[in-house]
């Protein structure tokens, strides 16, 4: 058994002058504080990585500039997977009793700390070195050849895809902390820039500074229960080229496996935090994950059944594409707003019911995924 | 296949892949053993350049001066005949589904394969 007993999140957008350190302390003080307990009480940390700061250690070297010594202590790479592996990690540590009270940090000055083109080009390097990279395809062009197939197979329009964008802009405006703030239409992502064809500029999550953090503990420490159900993982692949058929990727293997160690079903879910670098990952994903048929998400966006008063809200927060990316912390802010959500302190973007919600994270070119579920436990 | 080993990879006009002694399989990312059967007993082969038209991707947006000169390009993925799938560069109009051939041009200063609608 374990509980998400703390969170914290930063703002997301330009954070001038601060560290990648930095970002996860200011996100890691608030996890604690949130959890109600003290750093000399933390003795499990795990972190993800910073492209901007890369180092061999970091989770130590963060350890030791927050001020605590933990009894386990190591970072995690999985690409935009690593703040859900985390979270499962730190969940069978606590349940096999390793640690007590396990700190999950990511974040990193990716905006601020180094040029867009160093972003887009250290991203690029998940590709193979010797027969993609040399080929000049950028992480929007991974994507965008998964998009074209997928708009192939199974009918999708840009047009579909865009209302992803639009849906997560508007959870953004409810969100004081989002990197985007003014609304789009499709048309708008339309008419915006070609990045990767068929993938435009508004398509596309933008490079943002932040933080997020999670404490992870064997008992809650409070009246808000929020309990790790089950988590599960699948890695079918690094690279695009060796990707399997789209109807045999990662997230359906994980789901299935998630579903499996924790007896729940899709039905039973009343809140989804899925992520979404781009607009296609967030509709192939959904579709996956079985929230909705082959090729009919969009339609479900249409239908506001993803909308905060829907029957599966989404990424309430605004996701990656409008709340902002910075890296492993991009997709740990979908976890923190869930917990709000769960917990019932989400403001005026709370739902009627996220008593059972559905996490899913996608590393790589829908290389690693992991599956979780989070139950409110009265 | 002396000189050719690693194919377009190391700047040979070729596309290579390995074939396995063992268990059949094919594949193209080069590597001592089989990925499929573990079998260390391959032989190296070179494909004819002819296949199908799995995904593209045209880049408008690249992150470096080298890559940037060459904008837009066509990222694509290309099932060859032997079995294999491979990522190259091709024509701009390219679809899904187009039976495509194989030629060789510079790109950043390297030897890609490039592909284009079959004769």
């Known amino acids: ?378 | 296949m002396s000189g050719e080993s690693g194919g377009w990879t190391k700047g040979a006009e070729a596309i290579v892949y390995q074939s396995c002694n063992t268990c059949g399989a094919r594949q193209y990312f080069c590597r001592s053993f089989c990925a499929a059967c573990g079998s260390p007993d391959l032989t190296e082969k070179r494909a004819s350049g002819a296949g199908t038209v799995y995904a593209t991707s045209l880049v408008c947006r690249a992150a470096t001066p080298e890559t940037r000169a060459h904008v837009p390009y066509n990222i694509v993925l290309v099932d060859t005949e032997e079995g294999f799938r491979m990522m190259a560069h091709g024509d701009s109009d390219l679809a899904i589904g187009d039976r495509v051939a194989v030629r060789f041009t510079q790109f950043a200063g390297r030897l890609v394969p490039y592909f284009a609608r079959a004769k």
């Open chain 1, 1 to 378: 058994m374990s509980f998400v007993t703390g969170v914290g999140l930063t703002s997301y957008g330009k954070h001038d002058g601060l560290s990648s350190l930095d970002l996860m302390s200011n996100a890691a003080e608030l996890a604690i504080a949130d959890a109600g307990l003290k750093r000399s009480e933390i003795n499990g940390i795990l972190c993800g990585y910073s492209t901007v700061s890369p180092h061999i250690m970091l989770a130590t070297v963060f350890a030791e500039h927050f001020g605590i010594r933990p009894a386990y202590a190591h970072a995690v790479q999985v690409g935009g997977a690593t703040g859900l592996a985390m979270t499962m990690l730190a969940h069978h540590l606590v349940d096999a009793g390793v640690v007590r009270h396990v700190l999950v940090v990511g974040g990193e000055n990716r905006l601020t700390g180094q040029s867009r083109d160093a972003s887009i080009q250290a991203l690029a390097q998940v590709g193979h070195p010797d027969y993609e990279v040399p080929l000049g395809p950028t992480i929007p062009a991974y994507y965008g050849l998964v998009a074209t197939r997928y708009m192939h197979e199974y009918g999708v329009t840009q047009e579909d895809l865009a209302e992803f964008a639009v849906l997560m802009r508007k959870h953004a405006l409810t969100h004081p902390g989002a990197q985007f703030h003014e609304p789009i239409t499709v048309a708008d992502v339309m008419a915006s820039k070609p990045v990767a064809v068929p993938l435009k500029l508004l398509d596309c999550c933008p490079v943002s500074d932040g933080g997020a953090a999670f404490v992870i503990s064997r008992e809650a420490t409070s009246d808000r229960r929020v309990r790790v159900r089950g988590c599960a993982q699948a890695h079918t692949h690094q690279h695009v080229t060796a990707a399997p058929a789209l109807s045999e990727l990662g997230a359906e293997i994980a789901i299935a496996r998630a579903k499996q160690a924790s007896g729940i079903a899709i039905s039973d879910i009343r809140y989804a935090a899925v992520y979404d670098s781009f607009t296609i990952t967030l509709a192939m994903l959904l579709e996956d994950l079985g929230l909705a048929k082959r090729g009919e998400a969009a339609a479900r966006v249409r239908a506001g059944h993803f909308s905060r008063n829907g029957a599966m809200p989404l990424n309430t927060h605004g996701g990656l594409l409008s709340y902002g990316h910075c890296g492993v912390g991009g997709a740990m802010a979908h976890l923190v707003e869930t917990h709000l959500q769960m917990t019932g302190r989400a403001g005026n973007r709370q739902v009627r019911d996220a008593s059972v919600a559905l996490l899913h994270g996608d590393g790589g070119v829908l290389s690693s995924h992991v599956s979780m579920f989070l139950e409110r436990v009265r």
